[in-house]
């Protein structure tokens, strides 16, 4: 055992030679083991590395080659001017040149455009001079995108539908025309006789109402007045061509008109005279305009609750409130249909479900139509102006049950008509309050003003004690809006002034302002003597605001 020990210590390879051929084979695979790791080392850092260069080459082809979309640089102010004009009370905001940021599109008279283009002429068209122009600017800068004649006087204009998927606006004018008119390129899409009656007032607004001619497209309703006769005239909505009508409703006396789709997504149109209010099905409308024609009503329903609370003899709705009816609101409430109801001294919220009253309160002599925003986080709050002898003020009433939540502690001057507010939606769920007028300084009310100047105020109901008072103009104001030009940003305000329709013809213009501009330069007014910020943190406080577009 000893001599096997000894021999093994001095010879220790010659058993492994002794082994035979699965010994070397052993011994082979051990050997060739490290080489495929290493080989497969290799292959992974190449791998690695190549993978790495494919991601570097992306990059920089996104960072570098490829280029990135341009965001549209937008001009704080800007204004455009147009001499010998006058100008119609109508204001629409559209994406017209898909940039991303709302343009402006506005209407007016003239016997030219200002622009050089083949068609921007009356003669251009077949009309005689001066005609209704429809114009597109840029909500960047300003620039004029396209303006063309339209018709030889303009009666009603919507610019807030789809033609065939396209943007359009819809317009009814003189001589007897019902148009679609392109938005992207200001071409008209389509052209037909309206079939008014000679001497008919066409009456605003437009009613966009459900298919009913079976070509698959929402068609249109317009109501026309002649006397104290109303007539309803329907029109496809795909070609324009008329499709049925109504020869007379007797509403001696009518005021205006609004749809409502009630909870049971039945159709319904309401209809005001300045004592009354009235209340007609469309499936009603329908069956009397297309008793003589192939096409149906069979799709539309009536509400049974609706037509419980309606009179079925006068379609009258019963109302609790008195007074002469100046405007009909409806409420933003997705699952309701309620509506406002605006008489010259009181105000009153109609329950879309049973047409029941939900509250009545009165106000002042009621200015313009009011408007709807939030004074708290989420709610529905109705934003109104009254006058008060010679002086006025703004109240913003609950939604839900009519008490006044805040109004200027100090009346607004009322030396001129002033548009009615505006209101843009705030990322707190709120809102910021537009409204022209002019402060009264003192508070004995012995203060002079100039009654041809008119300021725009801001309030935010964070800060109830304070009024912003910003811009001036001593132009008459034509129209006014409040608008978020790109999606919850670029908040400001559009104005248009100069002569109306019906008015000496003059100098026209068109200004947008930034809102940042205007509250950067602006004034605090403290609704009462104790001041509980500085100014300029009050101006701070305004310019960290952020905005929160409609959903």
């Not at 006014?480 to 248009?496: D, P, T």
């Not at 007014?525 to 409609?550: C, D, K």
Request: charge should be negative.
């Amino acid at each position: 055992m000893e001599n096997k020990d000894l021999e093994a210590e001095i010879h220790p390879l010659k058993n492994e030679e002794g082994k035979g051929p699965e010994g070397l084979a052993n011994c082979t695979q051990k050997e060739a083991a490290p080489k495929k790791l290493k080989r497969l080392s290799r292959w992974r850092t190449a791998a690695f590395f190549l993978s790495l260069f494919l991601c570097l080459t992306v990059v920089f082809a996104f960072s570098f080659i490829i280029p990135c979309p341009v965001r549209p640089i937008s001009q704080r102010m800007w204004s455009r001017t147009y001499e010998d004009t006058a100008t119609y009370a109508f204001l629409a905001m559209q994406d017209v040149n898909k940039d991303r940021v709302q343009d402006v599109l506005f209407a007016f008279k003239a016997a030219s455009a200002s622009s050089n283009s083949t068609n921007s002429s009356c003669a251009s068209q077949g009309l005689a001079s001066p005609c209704a122009f429809l114009a597109a600017h840029s909500g960047t800068n300003g620039s004029t995108l396209w303006q063309r004649p339209v018709a030889q006087e303009l009666l009603l204009m919507d610019c807030s539908r789809e033609q065939d998927h396209t943007p359009a606006c819809l317009i009814v004018g003189e001589p007897d025309i019902l148009a679609a008119i392109d938005l992207e390129t200001g071409q008209t899409l389509w052209n037909e006789a309206a079939n008014l009656r000679p001497n008919s007032t066409v009456l605003s607004p437009l009613l966009k109402i459900p298919d009913v001619d079976g070509d698959s497209t929402s068609d249109l309703l317009v109501f026309a007045e002649t006397g104290e006769e109303i007539q309803a005239h329907f029109y496809s909505g795909k070609h324009g061509t008329q499709i049925g009508s109504i020869g007379t409703l007797h509403l001696p006396g009518r005021v205006g008109h609004l749809m409502q789709v009630t909870p049971k997504d039945s159709h319904y149109v309401l209809l005001y005279t300045a004592k009354a209010l009235y209340a007609y099905s469309l499936k009603a409308l329908c069956q009397i305009a297309f008793s003589s024609t192939a096409h149906s009503s069979s799709g539309l329903t009536e509400d049974p609750l609706w037509e419980m609370a309606i009179d079925s003899a006068t379609r009258q709705i019963t109302l609790l409130s008195t007074g002469e009816i100046r405007y009909l609101t409806k409420m933003p409430v997705s699952s309701s249909a309620d509506f406002l109801v605006s008489r010259s001294n009181m105000i009153e919220l109609v329950d879309g479900q049973r047409l029941g009253s939900m509250w009545v309160t009165e106000t002042p002599h009621i200015l313009s139509e009011p408007v709807l925003g939030a004074y708290r986080p989420d709610e529905v709050d109705v934003i109104v102006m009254t006058r008060d002898s010679s002086r006025k003020k703004v109240m913003v009433m609950e939604g839900t049950s009519g008490d006044i939540e805040w109004e200027a502690g100090l009346k607004l001057l009322s030396g001129t008509d002033s548009p009615r507010p505006a209101t843009l939606s705030t990322l707190d769920r709120r809102s910021v309050f537009l409204f022209w007028g002019q402060y009264q300084r003192d508070a004995n009310g012995t203060g002079s003003w100039d009654s041809a100047q008119q300021q725009l105020y801001m309030f935010h109901p964070a800060l109830p004690n304070v009024l912003l008072e910003t811009s001036n103009v001593t132009e008459h104001i034509v129209a006014f809006e409040g608008v978020l030009f790109e999606r919850s940003r670029h908040a400001c305000y559009v104005l248009l002034t100069g002569p109306q329709v019906g008015q000496a013809p003059g100098q026209v213009m068109l200004s947008k302002w930034k809102l940042k501009e205007a509250i950067a330069g602006s004034r605090v007014i403290w609704l009462n003597q104790v001041a509980h910020n500085s100014e300029q943190s009050v101006r701070e406080r305004f310019l960290r605001t952020r905005y929160r577009s409609p959903q």
